[in-house]
């Protein structure tokens, strides 16, 4: 098929996202108290916990931007902390955004190929030129995206203005702008929110038919507990900046410690 990608290249020994000891401070509030977990090369990993429980915060961190005044972050087993946040694409790290981060004006093909820009090698100057691999460079884009169109059922809507199509639509053009970088591993914010029912279902299917064909890793925040406790391997749960409960779903699902965060003390 297609879409099919090679395996990244060869990479240590080890998970590929470790993170130990993570502490974040916000003007003496503590969003972080030294959370600690991995997430397994080709695992769908679902960070859970309620309002306030610092998952954003967490993504955040992980996409460099916000700075933790503890801990570390290795990804591949290259620390993250020195990293330029405008290098997290190229070095494989893709992410979504609870809040729809789209360029509304422009259209579903333009956002996609958006993201593939992380993957070229010629530069604006280049492009303005128009210097020798400039048009190779360009029909490949052209190729890529069209393949990521067709593959998240976007063919009809290609040349639409983003801010002519309905919520769950841009939630996949949003999809296919991150996959376009080729992500080692994939963040997906809060997915699920604003989808009906039907459209989350669809979701789950989605979110594991990603990971199989793309050969990638997939961490996702998510307050559907449905959709995270079907389509995860690994569940990660925190509350008030503490790590509480890890695990496979079903693990995770009988923790005490789970169940009062989300229920109280006497449930």
Not at 88 to 99: D, S
Not at 214 to 227: A, N
Request: charge should be positive.
């Amino acid at each position: 098929m297609p879409l099919r990608e090679e395996p990244h290249p060869a990479t240590p020994a080890g998970p590929l996202l470790a993170v130990r000891d993570l502490r974040v401070r916000f003007r003496g509030i503590t969003a972080l108290d030294g959370v600690s977990f991995d997430v397994a090369r080709g695992e769908i990993a679902g960070l859970i916990g309620p309002n306030g429980a610092g998952k954003t915060t967490l993504f955040n961190c992980l996409s460099r931007l916000y700075e933790y005044s503890e801990g570390s972050i290795a990804f591949e087993g290259r620390p993250l902390e020195k990293l330029p946040r405008h290098r997290m694409a190229a070095l494989g790290i893709g992410r979504t955004f609870q809040n729809l981060a789209l360029f509304a004006s422009m259209s579903v093909l333009d956002n996609i190929k958006v993201g593939l820009h992380a993957r070229t090698h010629k530069g604006f100057l280049a492009h303005a030129l128009r210097l020798p691999g400039v048009a190779g460079e360009e029909r490949e884009c052209n190729r890529r995206a069209g393949e990521l169109v067709r593959f998240l059922g976007l063919e009809a809507v290609a040349q639409q203005r983003v801010a002519e199509l309905p919520f769950g639509t841009r939630k996949r053009v949003e999809l296919g702008r991150a996959l376009a970088s080729r992500p080692a591993l994939l963040l997906l914010d809060e997915p699920a929110a604003g989808l009906n029912h039907e459209e989350v279902g669809a979701l789950g299917s989605l979110i594991r038919a990603i990971r199989d064909q793309f050969q990638l890793t997939v961490l996702l925040v998510e307050h559907h507990m449905g959709l995270v406790m079907s389509v995860s391997d690994h569940v990660v749960a925190l509350s008030f900046g503490r790590k509480i409960a890890e695990g496979t779903p079903a693990e995770v699902q009988r923790s005490p410690e789970l169940i009062q965060a989300y229920l109280g003390a006497e449930a």
